[in-house]
């Protein structure tokens, strides 16, 4: 699986000029790279196996790569990186309705709590953003947008995530007609820019999607540049 993703998508393991972590692929320096993180391991307590490199866990949604590395030092060693399957773009939707932005009260496992957050969600390997946004949009809250516009990319945690994310503002002419509840999504509330800035103030938004895509539209000018609402 490895050699597979290094053939299909080279620049996941590009060394750029002044690169502080140089990824080895000559099979001699692999296993140098594996050994001295072995050692650090076990010094630690920890198991040899952590520092086997390669894809070491895989599903249909991303996979953890531990690479061989070598600093501009000379130091051995390995680090890994989360990808999102095929290397796919997720994406991010703001979709507004007339003058407010639509939320979904979405229960997330890896916080075990309920976060309010914009439609979002994992692309697929080979398809156009565009199209991923339009569906995710019918999907989570039951409408298609009228116009996308595209915010660019952002990546979630540039120390462990290797994919980019794809930030959309949507316009919607649209009431959103149902919350996707299969995905954990047991309400749909819509609130105004400043209602949304208030709420990111106030710490009741903590999603970093919405925070980020919120404030890449608001720059550009698709947000009236108003003060959070207050209470």
Same mark, same amino acid.
């Given at each position: 699986m490895y050699a597979n993703l290094r053939e299909s998508h080279p620049a996941l393991f590009a060394n750029p000029p002044g690169a502080a972590f140089e990824i080895l692929t000559e099979p001699v320096e692999v296993r140098a790279a594996e050994e001295a993180r072995a050692t650090d391991l076990a010094e630690a307590g920890m198991p040899a196996f952590m520092a086997e490199t390669g894809v070491v866990y895989a599903d249909p949604f991303f996979m953890v790569v531990r690479d061989a590395v070598r600093t501009p030092a000379g130091s051995l060693g390995t680090y890994s990186r989360v990808i999102s399957a095929g290397n796919a773009i997720g994406v991010v939707i703001l979709p507004q309705v007339g003058e407010g932005i639509v939320l979904v009260h979405h229960f997330r496992h890896s916080t075990r709590t309920w976060h309010l957050e914009i439609p979002r969600g994992f692309g697929m390997p080979g398809s156009d953003p565009v199209d991923d946004?339009?569906?995710?949009?019918?999907?989570?809250?039951?409408? #298609?947008?009228?116009? =996308?516009?595209?915010?660019?990319?952002?990546? !979630?945690? &540039?120390? +462990?995530?290797? #994919?980019?994310?794809? =930030?959309?503002?949507?316009?919607?002419?649209? !009431?959103? &007609?149902? +919350?996707?509840?299969?995905?954990?999504?047991?309400?749909?509330?819509?609130?105004?820019?400043?209602?949304?800035?208030?709420?990111?103030?106030?710490?009741?938004?903590?999603?970093?999607?919405?925070?980020?895509?919120?404030?890449?539209?608001?720059?550009?000018?698709?947000?009236p540049a108003s003060a959070p609402e207050t209470l």
């Open positions: 946004a339009r569906r995710e949009l019918l999907e989570e809250i039951g409408v #298609s947008a009228t116009a =996308l516009h595209d915010l660019g990319e952002v990546y !979630p945690d &540039s120390g +462990a995530m290797g #994919s980019p994310v794809r =930030l959309f503002y949507a316009e919607v002419s649209d !009431p959103p &007609s149902a +919350a996707d509840q299969e995905e954990g999504i047991d309400a749909i509330r819509i609130v105004s820019p400043g209602e949304l800035g208030r709420m990111i103030r106030d710490e009741e938004i903590t999603d970093g999607f919405t925070i980020t895509a919120y404030t890449r539209a608001l720059l550009r000018g698709l947000l």
